[in-house]
């Protein structure tokens, strides 16, 4: 999607405060403890998006460096499925990967390739921009209903100007699983009881489940030390640290500190929420609107390169 892009083309030349600056990351001091206490929590904010659609951002740019190697997740899950119509027109991409993971509905999308398609009711679109992709997605409710998340992840400086890439995966192939009694997930990235899903070599090293929880147990999940991990909730009430006495409802985000491990319990189920976990990068980021790289000097680059027509690398 286009992160303002269509409505604030200040952005193109790096003068927006709000949507453009060189942020450095720095290393936070790693928290050994092998079950993970949740270090931050959000609640996703109404946002104004691509050509006036009104969506919840759960985080993105103010959040950069908490989150690395991911920069934003928007839930479009729609209460007025006619917000959406106005979608989001041709807009560009450059240096990250935008994941679009379907409830209700669908998005038709075109792009500079040619390619074109539908993204339907739980289906997963994984988009490596890479060197540049000019795409436009557009929601359109299906009995009046329109839903989705889009998840953005960085790429670091080697792979900013990779070759663009799809993994289109249809719902029945994203495999649905019974983790333990009471606890199902779906499982769009990385594996859980050695079921793997079905998107695959992508370079932040990604989990990503939709994990729902029954009445009275607990969904235990091993991570890897260092990574960035966080859960967004879409249903239900749930505590994501053992006794810490503090419940997460629909549209709230907890980020975790470091560990080995996750334990998470539904108070009012079923508790349905996503997860994430990543390799971080580690890198500064320059972020200017739909196009994420290194330095200011690379964006004032993509953005004079759009401007001039000599954006899009790979034509087919
Ligand atoms: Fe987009």
Same mark, same amino acid.
């Given at each position: 999607m286009a992160l303002n892009f269509l409505s604030k083309t200040v952005v193109l030349f790096g003068h927006d405060q709000h949507l453009n600056a060189v942020s450095v990351y720095l290393p936070v001091i790693a928290h050994m403890?092998?079950?993970? =206490?949740? /270090? +931050?929590?959000?609640?996703?904010?109404?946002t104004i998006e691509g050509a006036g659609v009104r969506l919840h951002r759960a985080f993105g740019y103010y959040e950069v460096p908490n989150f690395d190697p991911?920069?934003?997740?928007?839930?479009?899950?729609?209460?007025?499925?006619?917000d959406y119509l106005p979608g989001f027109p041709w807009h560009p991409h450059r240096g990250i990967e935008t994941v679009t993971y379907m409830f209700e509905g669908k998005v038709e999308h075109c792009d500079s390739m040619g390619n074109a398609g539908i993204v339907g009711a739980g289906d997963?679109?994984?988009?490596?921009?890479?060197?540049?992709?000019?795409?436009?997605?557009?929601? =359109?409710? /299906? +009995?009046?209903?329109?839903?989705?998340?889009?998840?953005w992840v960085n790429l670091p400086r080697v792979n900013k100007m990779m070759d663009p890439r799809y993994q289109e995966i249809k719902h029945e192939q994203i495999p649905t699983i019974e983790i333990s009694e009471g606890v199902t997930g779906k499982i769009i990235c990385g594996s859980i009881n050695s079921i793997v899903g079905p998107v695959h070599d992508i370079i932040a090293d990604?989990?990503?489940?939709?994990?729902?929880?029954e009445e009275?147990?607990?969904?235990?999940?091993?991570?890897?030390n260092g990574y960035t991990v966080f859960t967004y909730v879409i249903n239900g009430e749930g505590e994501f640290e053992p006794n810490s006495n503090q419940y997460l409802h629909n549209h709230e985000l907890a980020l975790f500190g470091d560990g080995t491990n996750v334990q998470i319990r539904?108070?009012?189920?079923?508790?349905?929420?996503?997860?994430?976990?990543?390799k971080p990068i580690g890198e500064p980021v320059a972020w200017g609107g739909p196009i994420v790289m290194n330095t200011q000097a690379e964006?004032?680059?993509?953005?004079?390169?759009?401007?001039?027509?000599?954006?899009?690398?790979?034509?087919?």
């Open positions: 403890s092998a079950i993970r =206490k949740v /270090v +931050k929590i959000l609640k996703a904010k109404e991911f920069l934003m997740l928007d839930d479009f899950r729609a209460d007025r499925p006619e997963v679109q994984w988009m490596t921009a890479g060197s540049g992709i000019i795409h436009q997605e557009m929601p =359109k409710p /299906v +009995k009046g209903r329109m839903g989705g998340f889009q998840l990604p989990e990503y489940f939709d994990i729902t929880i009275g147990v607990t969904f235990s999940h091993p991570v890897k539904p108070n009012k189920y079923p508790l349905r929420f996503l997860f994430f976990s990543g964006l004032t680059q993509a953005f004079r390169e759009y401007q001039d027509g000599t954006f899009i690398k790979i034509q087919d």
